[in-house]
């Protein structure tokens, strides 16, 4: 009596935090679903993606032609400037005016040459105040100029290498992102999963540990067991009501764990539930098949190829940077007259032409800009080096993911069996002891087994769900429904 009124003591004390609560039944693909559209996770790795999204969009503008307004409304001056007179004396002399400008100009980079190509057409009213004041109207209907450097660092044609490389990567940076969600989702599921069997496995112990105590207790009174035996079974006894209290923490702490994952409210019990075994649904991989889509699909390959890029551009602009030549060239017509019309009149206009070659070639620097680009190539060879043993371990992780997932199927199956047959030893046990055939030592072990072949299958079946999602990540391949994987890229990037 006194041991059941213990164990109403401790279930009313265990459940004193659930009051006021909903409890929600979630399967593991419930879980799953959730992780990748409602996790603290899965939006990171979205604003990630769509920072890259930006700036690829960046880039294709570059690419584009650019239109530019530019306008002074309006500049105004009055002060005195210096002047010498003819005879070498100075005076100064007052300068009171206004200026009104505007510009409209459109620009495109050549990505070809380096090269910028602009057209632009322009006006200036300058207005003069004072005695014998004027105003006076210049107007550049069109000009053409070409900005372009010679033998020099060709940044646009780089972009056009890097960027669409750098883009395809954040797409599959952004799926396999995903796939590592799914994979914490199902590792907290297991965790919470484990955590209630421990919780069941704990209240049946102690249901039993009770029984066969008062039953130890009736025997001894007519002398069919030990006083030592009966001493062992209070212990555990004792024994049983800690690691039930042990396991409520543990499961709460499980509990809260997947539950703010999932961006659930702290007023929610999840309940999970065993989820149907894998292994008859997925085919045995073979490492040729497996290595050959994460070379295809996983976004490695792509930082790989990113990175070679990138370290070619730091040598080739290392390279041009040692010497700088720039042409410029600009040819229009213009028109200066005293009103707005006749300064844009064609019979009023006059030719305006520029050409300006800038040459800067150092004479002697002592080896500095050989030494610089012998840095570039040096630190190319270092990053070919750590690319190359990247390599190495990125084929070796997808051997041993394959080989861990082609046997996790058979040690889930013997988990299972050794579950039922540990259970099965454990119900004879109880029996075998009530009729005095065993010793509390016999029991207790086929207790210990008994729990943990349970825990044990639970955890092959994590392991089997866990390198399965491994292999998805790596690979963006959905091997039971036989197609790649796929996000929604325009949600994404809103």
């Known amino acids: 009596m ?25 399967s593991l693909t419930d879980a799953i679903n959730r ?29 584009l032609p650019e239109v530019t307004l530019n306008s002074t409304l309006p500049y105004y001056s009055k002060s005195y400037n210096q002047f010498q007179n003819t005879d070498g004396t100075y005076t100064y002399v007052s300068n009171d005016y206004s200026r009104i400008d505007g510009g409209l100009a459109i620009s495109q980079n050549i990505p070809l040459t380096g090269g910028i190509l602009s057209v632009e057409s322009s006006f200036e009213r300058l207005q003069q105040y004072g005695e014998g004041g004027s105003t006076r109207y210049m107007g550049i209907p069109a000009s053409i100029t070409l900005e372009q450097p010679i033998f020099g660092f060709n940044r646009v044609k780089w972009l056009q290498r890097i960027e669409p490389v750098k ?98 409210g702290e007023d929610i019990i999840l309940e999970p539930i065993i989820p149907e075994s894998l292994a008859n649904q997925l085919p045995v991989l073979s490492y040729a098949q497996v290595i050959a889509l994460a070379r295809e699909n996983n976004s490695f390959t792509q930082n790989v190829q990113k990175r070679m890029l990138e370290a070619n551009r730091d040598v080739s602009q290392a390279k041009a940077d040692r010497w700088n030549a720039k042409l410029f060239v600009s040819f229009g017509m213009s028109g200066q007259e005293d009103t707005f019309s006749r300064a844009f009149n064609s019979n009023n206009w006059r ?68 579950d039922k047959i540990a259970q099965q030893r ?35 079946m994590y392991q089997l769900w ?16 036989d197609r790649e994987i796929s996000v929604d890229y325009e949600s994404a990037t809103k």
């Open 466 to 481: 866990s390198y399965y999602y491994q292999i998805r990540s790596l690979t963006l391949y959905d091997f039971i429904s």
């Open 426 to 460: 454990y119900n004879t046990s109880i029996e075998a002891f009530v009729l005095g055939k065993i010793d509390v030592l016999n029991l207790n072990d086929s207790q210990s087994s008994k729990d943990e072949a349970r825990r044990n299958y639970i955890e092959q």
């Open 35 to 63: 992780s990748v559209s409602n996790s603290v996770d899965a939006v990171v790795a979205r604003n990630q993606y769509k920072s890259s999204y930006w700036g690829y969009r960046t880039y294709k503008a570059e690419l």
């Open 2 to 26: 006194k041991r059941t009124l213990s164990t109403i003591a401790i279930s009313l004390w265990l459940s004193a935090g659930l009051t006021a609560q909903d409890t929600i039944a979630i």
């Open 351 to 418: 030719s305006n032409q520029i050409v300006n070659v800038g040459i800067k070639i150092p004479i002697l620097d002592w080896g500095k800009g050989k030494g610089k680009v012998k840095i570039a190539e040096a630190e190319r060879d270092v990053e070919n080096s750590r690319i190359e043993k990247e390599q190495m371990d990125f084929n070796q992780n997808v051997f041993l993911r394959v080989q861990n997932f082609n046997s996790q199927s058979k040690q889930l199956e013997l988990a299972k069996e050794t």
């Open 167 to 264: 883009y395809k990567e954040a797409q599959q940076k952004l799926i396999g992102d995903m796939e590592e969600v799914s994979n914490t989702a199902i590792q907290y599921y297991f965790n919470l999963l484990l955590g209630q069997i421990n919780m069941e496995i704990a209240q049946q112990n102690l249901k039993n540990s009770e029984k066969l105590y008062t039953i130890a207790e009736a025997k001894r009174k007519i002398g069919q067991i030990s006083e030592n035996d009966l001493l062992q079974l209070k212990v555990s006894l004792l024994k049983a009501e800690s690691y039930l209290t042990d396991a409520q923490a543990s499961l709460n702490a499980r509990m809260f764990q997947l539950r703010s994952f999932l961006n659930y």
